[in-house]
């Protein structure tokens, strides 16, 4: 085997950054550049290995020696990350905000960050374009992997080293099996944890113990480099968000990966020839801290400007970022890789110690609460998240093994129920009002939800949320209704456009969703308005047939910004958040055309009435976020308390008419 420096692995760790960087600076053409990730994930299983059984076959394998490598090569570079980002938070984030980064900072410090920000994907998950520690995710699942990985090559390699080739292939296959299963079920859970990525490390592995035949020609190492090349870079041009990924997908850069490093064994394949050019062996020199450092400074200049960057500001942020990572790879990283600069008694005493007062750091941050009057700021806005207006007892997602939907009682609580409201997340966004509204009439009601599921009967959500399907919800809240005829009355509510239009909006994260019919009624090739149409007429009837008043709540203005920190840092630098990034009434108007179209629909055909909370929130043609620097919403799309209490006069003409009915 020859561990002899190869430029064109430098050149492939530059193809990698550079589509990470391109990919979260929101470069268009770069879509499917977070394959990046998985390319460094073979890249490093193959030299880490290679070291190891070098170490292994002539009996000078250690596991301090191994351990103090992984210190001089991560610790460094991420520390001073780590620095930067405390300083950088302690400024910009609110106190919410910033106690969530306390939290992160611990988790990244004991390198458990993938475990942190795989916990907290969930539904109202904060938009990871304020996770300045986010990618480190990353670097948690190689040092999980590396913890036990030196240790089972050694006993491989001592008592069973004729069935290594095997107990590694099949490892790697079991890991590979289970990615693709939980992929498809669970995809932010296979992305995130270290046993369903362990297979991309372990590609790179038994490449480097030589399971592979050697190559027979310069003939087949060109044409094998090339098939590695097009693996590799393809899906960096082809993949979205949207893509299932990891699973299947992720097998084609990964074995692109490894079939560039097994074609490159020479140095003179095309590939590794072209991979060897100095600019690109620049970056991949430069490469670990550049993938350090790119994503907090996009994320925090971003977030300080709020709205997206123009091209020549973009691209001033990458020179600027690449500027950087060169400076923290010469001062930083390099000379850290010497047992010059330091012996390795003091190597692990600055490891130990850096990670120790990162860990102090984190806890302080994260116990004070974010320091809500550090620097003489005051937090902005109420945090919601903690709320018991939020209604988090009632999500049917929320709960274990539900059979049935899990009602809250809102509005007059001494009075029988006479009304229901259900569907999504949005339902808790209008929670406070109904409560207000229908309290203040003396008629009380039932509440509902489950998060991602609107109320669209028989048409199932993609991606999948929760444990209980939407299709389950809905034909829950229907056998509600049949036991409990007193409930005369059913509203319901949900983020109705993005399943109109099948696309998030503006800077909104995560995949677009869509639908298919659980029924198969609906044509093959049928639109997501088609769907739309047809689910919500299925849940019309079904809920007119028993004899029940609906009522349909109109969507609220999306904003496509998490609305608290725009609105946070805006105030801080003198900016007006609704001049910054309220949407006007006409961008509204376009944007739920459709939605509104349908709506009227349903209006004339069934007699319904329809609520529009929204006509509170947009005046003067615009549609606002804030008022008196008091946040409207809590997110992106959900309304906040005060959000709520402001629309409630919305729902006082329903109430006042079921209070009259009532008597």
Known sequence: MN?????????LRAISVLAVL????????????????????????????????????SNQFSLIRFYERRIRRILSALLGVLVFTVAACAVLYNAEKFKDF??????????????????????????????????????AVEEQFYIFYPLFMFVIYRYARKLAPFILTGTAILS?????????????????????????????????LNFCPALLGRKYSN????????????????????????????????????????????????????????????????????????????????????????PVELGLLIVLTILISALSWRFVETPFRSKQFLSTRQIFAFGVSGMMLMLMAGGTIFYYQGFPERLGLKALAKDDKKDTWLFEECNINSADNVKAIIPCKVGDKTQTPSFIILGDSHVPTYGKAVHYSAAKNGVSGILTYANGCPTLLDM???????????????????SYLKEHPEIHTTIL???????????????EGGKNPYLTDALNEAPANASEEYLFTLGLERTIKAILELDRNLILVAPLPEIGYDVPSANFIASQTGRDINKVIAPSLEEFSIRNKKTFAIFNSFKEKYGIQIIEPWKILCVKEQCRVAIDGTSLYRDDDHLSIFGSELIAPSFDPLFETIKQANK
Not at 6 to 11: E, V
Not at 104 to 123: C, H, Q, R
Not at 460 to 478: I, K, Q, T, W
């Open 3 to 11: 561990l002899s420096y190869r430029k064109d692995i430098d050149g």
């Open 22 to 57: 391109f990919n979260h600076a929101g470069i268009g053409w770069f879509s499917g550049g977070y394959i990046g990730v998985d390319i460094f994930f073979v890249i490093s299983g193959y030299l880490i290995t290679s070291i190891i059984y070098r170490e292994i076959q």
């Open 102 to 139: 306390g939290k992160s900072v611990i988790a990244t410090a004991l390198f458990v960050s993938n475990i942190n920000f795989w916990k907290e994907a969930g539904y109202f998950d904060g938009p990871s374009q304020l996770k300045p520690l986010l990618h480190t995710w990353s670097l």
């Open 176 to 208: 590979f099996g289970f990615a693709v299963h939980t992929t498809l079920n669970n995809p932010s859970t296979a992305f995130y944890l270290s046993h369903l990525r362990a297979w991309e490390l372990l590609i790179g592995g038994m490449l480097a």
């Open 223 to 310: 044409l094998i480099g090339l098939a590695g090349l097009a693996l590799t870079t393809v899906p960096i041009f082809l993949y979205t968000e949207s893509t299932t990924f990891p699973g299947l997908a992720a097998l084609a850069p990964v074995l692109g990966a490894a079939l560039i490093l097994f074609s490159g064994t020479d140095g003179k394949s095309l590939v590794a020839r072209f991979l060897s050019i100095s600019p690109l062996v620049f970056i991949g020199q430069i490469s670990y801290s550049l993938y350090l450092w790119h994503w907090p400074l996009i994320i925090f200049v971003k977030y300080y400007m709020i709205t997206p960057m123009m």
């Open 460 to 478: 199932v959500r993609h991606p999948a949320y929760g444990d209980v399907s939407c299709v389950e919800y809905n034909h829950m809240a229907l």
């Open 493 to 507: 509510a949900s983020r109705w456009t993005i399943w109109v239009e099948g696309t998030l909006y503006k800077q």
